[in-house]
C-alpha cells in the first residue's frame, strides 16, 4: 500500500518561499510510469493543479504558477519537494501531493493534505 504525506510550515509570510515536502511509503518514486503531483484547495474554492515531477526526474508546472514553482526530488529518502516563491495571501490552501498513474491515467494515492496560511 502505497502512503503519501506532506510535512512543512503550517504559515508562510508573505513574499518568502513555502516548502513542502511528500514522503512516499510502500513504493520507490523512480518506479516507472508514475507522475508525483503536486495539488492545492484555496479556502472556498476548487482544486487547482501545481505540477509534477516525472519518475524520469523531468518537471512540469501549472503555467499561472510556472515563474514560481520548482518541484524537485530526494531518490534516497523516497520524497519530493514543492518550493512556492514570492508568495502572497492567494497562495493560502490546502496542499495536497498525489500519485498519477499513467498506466491507468489515474490518480490512486493521495496524501491528507496540509493546511498553508500565507500571513503577517
Known amino acids: 500500500q502505497v502512503q503519501l504525506q506532506e510535512s512543512g510550515p503550517g504559515l508562510v509570510k508573505p513574499s518568502q518561499t513555502l516548502s513542502l515536502t511528500c514522503t512516499v511509503s510502500?513504493?520507490?518514486?523512480?518506479?516507472?510510469?508514475?507522475?508525483w503531483i503536486w495539488i492545492r484547495q484555496p479556502p472556498g474554492k476548487g482544486l487547482e493543479w501545481i505540477g509534477f515531477?516525472?519518475?524520469?526526474?523531468?518537471?512540469y508546472y501549472s503555467a499561472p504558477l510556472e515563474s514560481r514553482t520548482s518541484i524537485s526530488r530526494d531518490t534516497s529518502k523516497n520524497q519530493f519537494t514543492l518550493q512556492l516563491n514570492s508568495v502572497t495571501p492567494g497562495d493560502t490552501a490546502v496542499y495536497y501531493c498525489?500519485?498519477?498513474?499513467?498506466?491507468?491515467?489515474?490518480?490512486?494515492?493521495w496524501g491528507q493534505g496540509t493546511q498553508v496560511t500565507v500571513s503577517s
Open positions: 498525489a500519485r498519477y498513474r499513467g498506466a491507468i491515467l489515474e490518480y490512486d494515492y
Open positions: 510502500g513504493g520507490s518514486i523512480t518506479t516507472n510510469d508514475n507522475y
Open positions: 515531477i516525472h519518475y524520469s526526474g523531468s518537471t
